[in-house]
Protein backbone atom coordinates (compact mmCIF):
# COMPACT_ATOMS: atom_id res chain seq x y z
CA UNK A 1 0.00 0.00 0.00
CA UNK A 2 0.93 3.48 -0.60
CA UNK A 3 0.51 6.32 1.86
CA UNK A 4 0.43 9.61 0.56
CA UNK A 5 0.68 12.67 3.17
CA UNK A 6 -0.16 16.51 1.78
CA UNK A 7 2.75 19.03 3.74
CA UNK A 8 2.36 22.49 4.94
CA UNK A 9 4.36 24.88 6.25
CA UNK A 10 3.41 26.95 9.36
CA UNK A 11 3.49 31.09 8.48
CA UNK A 12 2.00 34.25 10.23
CA UNK A 13 0.21 34.91 7.99
CA UNK A 14 -1.44 32.38 4.84
CA UNK A 15 -0.89 33.37 1.29
CA UNK A 16 -0.72 30.05 -0.43
CA UNK A 17 -3.63 27.73 1.12
CA UNK A 18 -2.35 24.78 -0.81
CA UNK A 19 0.67 24.82 0.79
CA UNK A 20 0.41 26.82 3.85
CA UNK A 21 -1.09 27.02 6.78
CA UNK A 22 -1.72 29.25 9.97
CA UNK A 23 -0.09 29.13 13.17
CA UNK A 24 -3.56 28.87 14.97
CA UNK A 25 -4.98 26.12 12.83
CA UNK A 26 -1.36 24.08 13.41
CA UNK A 27 -1.70 24.35 16.81
CA UNK A 28 -5.44 23.67 16.36
CA UNK A 29 -5.60 20.65 14.04
CA UNK A 30 -1.71 19.46 13.99
CA UNK A 31 0.67 19.81 16.65
CA UNK A 32 -0.02 21.82 19.77
CA UNK A 33 3.88 22.26 20.04
CA UNK A 34 3.83 23.84 15.96
CA UNK A 35 6.07 26.58 15.37
CA UNK A 36 6.53 29.28 12.49
CA UNK A 37 8.42 27.59 9.94
CA UNK A 38 7.84 23.67 10.54
CA UNK A 39 6.51 21.34 7.74
CA UNK A 40 3.73 19.66 8.97
CA UNK A 41 2.14 16.78 6.81
CA UNK A 42 -1.14 14.94 7.05
CA UNK A 43 -2.48 11.29 5.71
CA UNK A 44 -4.71 12.06 2.93
CA UNK A 45 -7.25 9.31 2.13
CA UNK A 46 -6.02 7.81 -1.96
CA UNK A 47 -9.51 6.61 -2.46
CA UNK A 48 -10.72 10.29 -2.75
CA UNK A 49 -7.81 10.91 -5.24
CA UNK A 50 -8.99 9.86 -8.66
CA UNK A 51 -6.88 8.77 -11.68
CA UNK A 52 -5.24 11.60 -13.41
CA UNK A 53 -4.28 12.49 -9.74
CA UNK A 54 -2.87 8.87 -9.28
CA UNK A 55 -0.53 9.51 -12.74
CA UNK A 56 0.44 12.58 -11.75
CA UNK A 57 2.26 11.15 -8.58
CA UNK A 58 3.18 8.00 -10.57
CA UNK A 59 4.80 10.44 -12.98
CA UNK A 60 6.25 12.69 -10.22
CA UNK A 61 7.98 10.10 -8.20
CA UNK A 62 10.02 8.64 -10.98
CA UNK A 63 11.18 11.89 -11.86
CA UNK A 64 12.43 12.46 -8.65
CA UNK A 65 14.06 9.04 -8.18
CA UNK A 66 15.91 9.80 -11.53
CA UNK A 67 17.19 13.01 -10.53
CA UNK A 68 18.03 11.39 -6.91
CA UNK A 69 19.99 8.51 -9.15
CA UNK A 70 21.32 11.36 -11.45
CA UNK A 71 22.56 13.21 -8.23
CA UNK A 72 24.39 10.21 -6.91
CA UNK A 73 26.02 9.84 -9.93
CA UNK A 74 27.34 13.47 -10.24
CA UNK A 75 28.67 13.53 -6.78
CA UNK A 76 30.44 10.47 -7.40
CA UNK A 77 31.89 11.05 -10.83
CA UNK A 78 32.63 14.68 -10.59
CA UNK A 79 36.20 14.66 -9.20
CA UNK A 80 36.99 12.10 -12.11
CA UNK A 81 37.65 14.33 -15.18
CA UNK A 82 40.68 13.42 -16.68
CA UNK A 83 40.52 9.92 -14.98
CA UNK A 84 40.81 6.70 -17.59
CA UNK A 85 37.45 4.37 -17.49
CA UNK A 86 37.08 1.29 -19.03
CA UNK A 87 33.53 0.58 -20.38
CA UNK A 88 30.92 -1.63 -22.87
CA UNK A 89 29.74 -0.56 -26.42
CA UNK A 90 26.09 -0.85 -25.98
CA UNK A 91 24.81 1.24 -29.25
CA UNK A 92 25.05 4.34 -31.46
CA UNK A 93 22.91 7.32 -30.88
CA UNK A 94 23.29 10.01 -33.76
CA UNK A 95 26.82 8.80 -34.38
CA UNK A 96 27.48 8.97 -30.58
CA UNK A 97 28.87 6.24 -28.83
CA UNK A 98 26.21 5.14 -25.91
CA UNK A 99 28.74 2.99 -23.06
CA UNK A 100 27.72 1.37 -20.40
CA UNK A 101 30.00 1.88 -17.66
CA UNK A 102 27.91 -0.81 -14.93
CA UNK A 103 25.47 1.43 -12.68
CA UNK A 104 25.21 4.26 -15.23
CA UNK A 105 25.80 5.31 -19.43
CA UNK A 106 28.80 7.37 -20.62
CA UNK A 107 28.22 8.72 -24.08
CA UNK A 108 31.39 9.31 -26.43
CA UNK A 109 30.26 12.03 -29.00
CA UNK A 110 31.30 11.86 -32.47
CA UNK A 111 33.81 14.57 -32.37
CA UNK A 112 35.98 12.84 -29.82
CA UNK A 113 36.27 9.69 -31.48
CA UNK A 114 38.84 8.72 -33.82
CA UNK A 115 37.35 8.75 -37.09
CA UNK A 116 38.49 5.48 -38.16
CA UNK A 117 37.83 3.28 -35.63
CA UNK A 118 34.71 1.47 -35.38
CA UNK A 119 32.73 -0.46 -32.85
CA UNK A 120 30.10 -3.32 -32.59
CA UNK A 121 28.00 -3.91 -29.63
CA UNK A 122 29.83 -5.39 -26.82
CA UNK A 123 32.98 -4.57 -27.50
CA UNK A 124 35.35 -3.54 -24.84
CA UNK A 125 36.40 0.68 -24.56
CA UNK A 126 38.72 2.68 -22.94
CA UNK A 127 38.34 6.76 -22.66
CA UNK A 128 39.30 9.30 -20.76
CA UNK A 129 36.50 11.28 -18.90
CA UNK A 130 36.41 14.79 -20.13
CA UNK A 131 33.33 16.46 -18.75
CA UNK A 132 30.48 15.34 -16.04
CA UNK A 133 26.97 17.26 -17.57
CA UNK A 134 24.67 17.25 -14.91
CA UNK A 135 21.98 19.33 -17.20
CA UNK A 136 22.39 16.59 -19.87
CA UNK A 137 19.32 14.38 -20.77
CA UNK A 138 20.65 11.54 -21.72
CA UNK A 139 23.92 10.13 -20.55
CA UNK A 140 26.39 13.12 -18.11
CA UNK A 141 29.67 11.54 -18.65
CA UNK A 142 30.97 12.35 -21.42
CA UNK A 143 34.52 10.64 -22.87
CA UNK A 144 36.63 10.92 -25.08
CA UNK A 145 40.07 8.96 -27.08
CA UNK A 146 40.80 12.21 -29.51
CA UNK A 147 41.86 14.72 -26.64
CA UNK A 148 45.50 15.20 -26.15
CA UNK A 149 45.66 13.84 -22.65
CA UNK A 150 44.25 11.04 -23.38
CA UNK A 151 47.30 9.97 -24.60
CA UNK A 152 48.99 11.64 -21.46
CA UNK A 153 46.97 9.52 -19.15
CA UNK A 154 47.98 6.14 -21.37
CA UNK A 155 51.51 6.88 -21.18
CA UNK A 156 50.83 7.88 -17.11
CA UNK A 157 49.59 3.94 -17.24
CA UNK A 158 52.12 2.33 -18.94
CA UNK A 159 55.16 4.54 -17.62
CA UNK A 160 55.53 4.07 -13.88
CA UNK A 161 58.18 6.77 -13.45
CA UNK A 162 55.59 8.99 -15.10
CA UNK A 163 53.05 8.40 -12.22
CA UNK A 164 55.87 8.66 -9.63
CA UNK A 165 56.75 12.27 -11.33
CA UNK A 166 60.39 11.25 -11.96
CA UNK A 167 59.39 12.06 -16.27
CA UNK A 168 57.41 14.91 -16.71
CA UNK A 169 55.16 14.89 -19.96
CA UNK A 170 55.61 19.02 -20.93
CA UNK A 171 53.67 18.62 -24.03
CA UNK A 172 51.23 16.76 -26.59
CA UNK A 173 50.12 16.67 -29.98
CA UNK A 174 47.98 14.34 -31.94
CA UNK A 175 46.21 14.03 -34.82
CA UNK A 176 44.13 11.44 -33.76
CA UNK A 177 44.04 7.99 -35.52
CA UNK A 178 47.69 8.69 -37.49
CA UNK A 179 50.29 10.31 -35.44
CA UNK A 180 51.10 12.09 -32.00
CA UNK A 181 54.46 13.46 -30.96
CA UNK A 182 55.31 13.96 -27.28
CA UNK A 183 57.55 15.62 -25.40
CA UNK A 184 59.40 14.77 -22.05
CA UNK A 185 61.67 15.79 -19.14
CA UNK A 186 63.81 13.88 -16.96
CA UNK A 187 63.72 14.97 -13.24
CA UNK A 188 66.20 12.56 -12.59
CA UNK A 189 70.02 12.75 -14.89
CA UNK A 190 70.45 9.03 -14.72
CA UNK A 191 67.09 8.62 -16.59
CA UNK A 192 66.28 8.78 -19.92
CA UNK A 193 62.82 9.97 -20.56
CA UNK A 194 62.69 8.87 -23.96
CA UNK A 195 64.24 5.14 -23.05
CA UNK A 196 62.07 4.60 -19.95
CA UNK A 197 58.45 5.53 -22.57
CA UNK A 198 59.87 3.17 -25.51
CA UNK A 199 60.17 0.69 -22.97
CA UNK A 200 62.11 -2.99 -23.44
CA UNK A 201 61.67 -3.70 -27.06
CA UNK A 202 59.46 -1.28 -27.63
CA UNK A 203 56.82 -2.86 -24.86
CA UNK A 204 55.91 0.46 -23.27
CA UNK A 205 55.09 2.56 -26.51
CA UNK A 206 53.67 -0.68 -28.08
CA UNK A 207 50.79 -0.82 -25.54
CA UNK A 208 49.80 2.76 -26.27
CA UNK A 209 49.79 2.41 -29.81
CA UNK A 210 48.05 -0.71 -29.45
CA UNK A 211 45.25 1.37 -27.28
CA UNK A 212 45.52 4.36 -30.17
CA UNK A 213 44.97 1.30 -33.11
CA UNK A 214 48.39 2.32 -34.67
CA UNK A 215 48.68 5.84 -34.22
CA UNK A 216 52.29 6.05 -34.77
CA UNK A 217 54.43 8.54 -31.91
CA UNK A 218 57.13 10.18 -31.99
CA UNK A 219 58.90 10.73 -28.50
CA UNK A 220 61.19 13.34 -27.86
CA UNK A 221 63.24 14.82 -25.18
CA UNK A 222 62.32 18.31 -23.68
CA UNK A 223 64.34 21.56 -23.39
CA UNK A 224 63.94 24.81 -22.46
CA UNK A 225 66.00 26.01 -25.15
CA UNK A 226 63.20 26.73 -28.11
CA UNK A 227 64.87 26.73 -31.22
CA UNK A 228 66.88 22.88 -30.23
CA UNK A 229 63.16 22.25 -29.26
CA UNK A 230 61.65 22.96 -32.32
CA UNK A 231 64.21 20.69 -34.20
CA UNK A 232 63.88 17.98 -32.01
CA UNK A 233 59.66 18.44 -32.57
CA UNK A 234 60.43 18.09 -36.01
CA UNK A 235 62.25 15.04 -36.10
CA UNK A 236 62.94 12.48 -37.87
CA UNK A 237 63.96 15.03 -40.58
CA UNK A 238 67.25 16.73 -39.10
CA UNK A 239 67.61 20.35 -38.97
CA UNK A 240 70.42 22.37 -40.79
CA UNK A 241 69.87 25.76 -38.57
CA UNK A 242 66.84 27.76 -37.04
CA UNK A 243 65.96 31.68 -37.47
CA UNK A 244 63.96 32.64 -34.59
CA UNK A 245 61.31 35.92 -35.04
CA UNK A 246 60.58 36.74 -31.53
CA UNK A 247 58.33 39.69 -32.88
CA UNK A 248 56.09 37.36 -34.88
CA UNK A 249 56.70 34.27 -32.41
CA UNK A 250 57.71 32.26 -35.34
CA UNK A 251 60.75 29.96 -37.05
CA UNK A 252 62.12 29.74 -40.04
CA UNK A 253 63.98 25.82 -40.13
CA UNK A 254 66.36 25.45 -42.58
CA UNK A 255 66.81 22.18 -43.54
CA UNK A 256 69.06 20.09 -46.15
CA UNK A 257 66.91 19.62 -50.11
CA UNK A 258 66.70 15.81 -48.92
CA UNK A 259 65.30 16.36 -45.80
CA UNK A 260 62.46 18.83 -46.91
CA UNK A 261 59.55 16.34 -47.50
CA UNK A 262 60.64 14.50 -44.57
CA UNK A 263 60.49 17.80 -42.28
CA UNK A 264 57.01 18.54 -43.80
CA UNK A 265 55.44 15.39 -43.43
CA UNK A 266 52.35 13.60 -44.94
CA UNK A 267 49.61 16.62 -45.46
CA UNK A 268 52.08 18.60 -43.91
CA UNK A 269 51.64 16.46 -40.61
CA UNK A 270 54.60 16.45 -39.17
CA UNK A 271 55.52 20.49 -39.21
CA UNK A 272 51.65 20.76 -38.29
CA UNK A 273 52.39 19.19 -35.35
CA UNK A 274 56.06 20.43 -34.53
CA UNK A 275 54.22 23.51 -34.23
CA UNK A 276 51.44 22.35 -32.35
CA UNK A 277 53.86 20.77 -29.56
CA UNK A 278 56.66 23.71 -29.57
CA UNK A 279 53.64 26.61 -29.59
CA UNK A 280 55.62 28.40 -32.44
CA UNK A 281 54.76 29.10 -36.08
CA UNK A 282 57.19 27.33 -38.35
CA UNK A 283 57.94 27.73 -41.79
CA UNK A 284 60.39 25.22 -43.00
CA UNK A 285 62.77 26.24 -46.38
CA UNK A 286 65.43 23.78 -48.03
CA UNK A 287 68.79 25.06 -48.23
CA UNK A 288 68.66 25.62 -51.56
CA UNK A 289 65.08 28.29 -51.35
CA UNK A 290 66.92 29.86 -48.28
CA UNK A 291 69.85 30.88 -50.28
CA UNK A 292 67.79 31.96 -52.85
CA UNK A 293 65.54 34.01 -50.73
CA UNK A 294 68.67 35.73 -48.95
CA UNK A 295 70.27 36.41 -51.97
CA UNK A 296 67.26 38.37 -53.42
CA UNK A 297 67.02 39.84 -49.79
CA UNK A 298 70.42 41.04 -49.45
CA UNK A 299 70.25 42.55 -53.58
CA UNK A 300 67.26 44.05 -52.86
CA UNK A 301 68.35 46.20 -49.78
CA UNK A 302 71.20 47.12 -51.18
CA UNK A 303 69.17 48.90 -54.18
CA UNK A 304 68.57 51.68 -50.92
CA UNK A 305 71.12 54.98 -51.66
CA UNK A 306 73.65 55.33 -49.57
CA UNK A 307 74.20 51.93 -48.14
CA UNK A 308 77.69 50.14 -48.49
CA UNK A 309 77.74 46.24 -48.44
CA UNK A 310 78.54 46.35 -44.60
CA UNK A 311 75.58 48.14 -43.52
CA UNK A 312 72.66 46.45 -45.52
CA UNK A 313 74.21 43.31 -44.17
CA UNK A 314 73.97 44.29 -40.78
CA UNK A 315 70.16 45.22 -42.30
CA UNK A 316 69.90 41.57 -43.58
CA UNK A 317 71.49 40.05 -40.09
CA UNK A 318 68.48 42.29 -37.91
CA UNK A 319 65.94 40.30 -39.85
CA UNK A 320 64.94 42.87 -42.85
CA UNK A 321 64.35 41.12 -46.08
CA UNK A 322 62.46 44.03 -48.00
CA UNK A 323 62.66 47.55 -48.46
CA UNK A 324 59.25 47.87 -47.71
CA UNK A 325 60.45 46.65 -44.39
CA UNK A 326 62.83 49.20 -43.95
CA UNK A 327 60.42 51.88 -44.90
CA UNK A 328 58.17 50.94 -42.37
CA UNK A 329 60.45 50.39 -39.55
CA UNK A 330 60.52 53.10 -36.84
CA UNK A 331 63.36 55.48 -37.12
CA UNK A 332 64.15 54.18 -33.26
CA UNK A 333 64.50 50.61 -34.32
CA UNK A 334 66.71 51.49 -37.12
CA UNK A 335 68.98 53.75 -34.56
CA UNK A 336 69.52 50.40 -32.36
CA UNK A 337 71.30 48.71 -35.27
CA UNK A 338 75.09 48.43 -35.03
CA UNK A 339 76.71 51.32 -36.76
CA UNK A 340 73.49 53.13 -37.90
CA UNK A 341 73.49 56.95 -36.46
CA UNK A 342 70.55 58.82 -36.32
CA UNK A 343 71.84 60.83 -39.42
CA UNK A 344 72.08 57.48 -41.25
CA UNK A 345 68.75 55.77 -39.78
CA UNK A 346 66.87 58.59 -41.07
CA UNK A 347 68.47 59.06 -44.58
CA UNK A 348 67.80 54.93 -45.04
CA UNK A 349 64.43 55.93 -44.02
CA UNK A 350 63.58 58.15 -46.32
CA UNK A 351 65.84 56.56 -49.16
CA UNK A 352 63.38 53.55 -48.65
CA UNK A 353 60.12 55.04 -48.37
CA UNK A 354 60.80 56.90 -51.71
CA UNK A 355 61.38 53.79 -53.56
CA UNK A 356 58.45 52.20 -52.23
CA UNK A 357 56.76 55.69 -53.07
CA UNK A 358 57.79 55.03 -56.72
CA UNK A 359 57.31 51.28 -56.61
CA UNK A 360 53.92 52.03 -56.06
CA UNK A 361 53.42 54.22 -58.66
CA UNK A 362 54.60 51.80 -61.46
CA UNK A 363 53.03 48.93 -59.57
CA UNK A 364 51.05 47.41 -63.12
CA UNK A 365 53.85 47.74 -64.82
CA UNK A 366 56.06 45.80 -62.43
CA UNK A 367 53.16 43.22 -62.17
CA UNK A 368 53.52 42.65 -66.09
CA UNK A 369 56.90 42.39 -66.18
CA UNK A 370 57.66 40.21 -63.58
CA UNK A 371 59.48 37.09 -65.77
CA UNK A 372 57.94 34.39 -66.18
CA UNK A 373 60.81 31.87 -64.60
CA UNK A 374 58.85 32.41 -61.49
CA UNK A 375 55.92 30.63 -62.95
CA UNK A 376 57.74 27.95 -64.31
CA UNK A 377 56.97 24.80 -62.28
CA UNK A 378 55.58 23.43 -59.09
CA UNK A 379 58.62 22.37 -57.76
CA UNK A 380 58.81 26.40 -56.37
CA UNK A 381 56.35 25.57 -53.90
CA UNK A 382 57.04 24.33 -50.53
CA UNK A 383 54.49 21.23 -51.12
CA UNK A 384 54.42 18.00 -49.74
CA UNK A 385 55.13 15.48 -52.97
CA UNK A 386 52.08 13.85 -52.15
CA UNK A 387 50.33 16.62 -53.14
CA UNK A 388 52.29 18.12 -55.93
CA UNK A 389 51.97 14.79 -57.69
CA UNK A 390 47.86 14.79 -57.04
CA UNK A 391 47.75 18.09 -58.93
CA UNK A 392 49.96 17.25 -62.00
CA UNK A 393 48.10 14.59 -62.03
CA UNK A 394 44.66 16.54 -62.48
CA UNK A 395 46.56 18.90 -65.02
CA UNK A 396 48.35 21.46 -62.66
CA UNK A 397 51.70 21.34 -63.46
CA UNK A 398 52.73 24.84 -63.43
CA UNK A 399 52.51 27.42 -60.76
CA UNK A 400 50.81 29.20 -63.68
CA UNK A 401 48.35 26.63 -64.03
CA UNK A 402 47.29 26.70 -60.78
CA UNK A 403 46.94 30.07 -59.40
CA UNK A 404 44.35 30.46 -62.59
CA UNK A 405 42.19 28.17 -61.51
CA UNK A 406 39.70 28.47 -58.38
CA UNK A 407 39.13 26.39 -55.60
CA UNK A 408 35.77 25.17 -57.31
CA UNK A 409 37.80 23.35 -60.22
CA UNK A 410 40.57 22.28 -58.09
CA UNK A 411 38.16 20.51 -55.80
CA UNK A 412 36.28 18.95 -58.68
CA UNK A 413 39.56 17.22 -59.90
CA UNK A 414 38.44 14.80 -57.66
CA UNK A 415 41.63 13.96 -55.24
CA UNK A 416 41.79 17.35 -54.19
CA UNK A 417 40.31 18.01 -50.61
CA UNK A 418 39.41 21.53 -48.42
CA UNK A 419 43.08 20.45 -46.10
CA UNK A 420 45.17 20.70 -49.58
CA UNK A 421 43.46 23.93 -50.34
CA UNK A 422 44.74 25.38 -47.27
CA UNK A 423 47.98 23.85 -47.70
CA UNK A 424 47.89 24.98 -51.76
CA UNK A 425 47.41 28.45 -50.34
CA UNK A 426 49.60 28.62 -47.38
CA UNK A 427 52.44 27.91 -50.19
CA UNK A 428 51.62 30.43 -52.84
CA UNK A 429 51.50 33.12 -50.64
CA UNK A 430 54.73 32.60 -49.04
CA UNK A 431 56.11 31.65 -53.08
CA UNK A 432 54.86 34.91 -54.29
CA UNK A 433 55.17 36.78 -50.92
CA UNK A 434 59.51 35.65 -51.17
CA UNK A 435 59.54 35.75 -54.84
CA UNK A 436 57.89 38.25 -55.99
CA UNK A 437 57.81 40.87 -53.79
CA UNK A 438 61.77 40.95 -52.13
CA UNK A 439 62.54 40.43 -56.08
CA UNK A 440 60.82 43.53 -56.93
CA UNK A 441 61.76 45.85 -54.30
Known amino acids: TIEVL???TVVDKVEDRDTQISLEE??????????????????????LLGRIAAQTAKQVIIQKVRDAERGVIFEE?????????????????????????????AML?????????????????????LDIDRSARGPQIILTRSHPDFLKELFKLEVPEISEGVIEIKAVAREPGERAKIA??????????????????????????????GERIDIITWTPDEPSFVARALSPAEVSRVVVDEDDHSMEVIVADDQLSLAIGRRGQNVKLASKLSGWRIDVRSVTVAEEEAKRARAALETIPGLD??????????????????????LEELM??????????SAVSADAKKIVEEMGEHAETREVAEPAELLSDLERLMLTPELREKLIEAGY??????????????????????????????????????????RSL
Open 6 to 8: MFK
Open 26 to 47: ARADYDPDAMVGDELGRKLDTE
Open 77 to 105: YKDSKGDLINGIVQRYDRGNLIVNLGRTE
Open 109 to 129: PRREQISRERYRQGDRIRGMI
Open 184 to 213: VHSNDASIDPVGACVGIKGSRVQAVVQELR
Open 309 to 330: FTQSERLFQEGYRTVREVAEAP
Open 336 to 345: EIDGFSQELA
Open 397 to 438: PTIQSLVSTDNEQLLAAGEITETDLDEIKEATNTFFRSSVTS
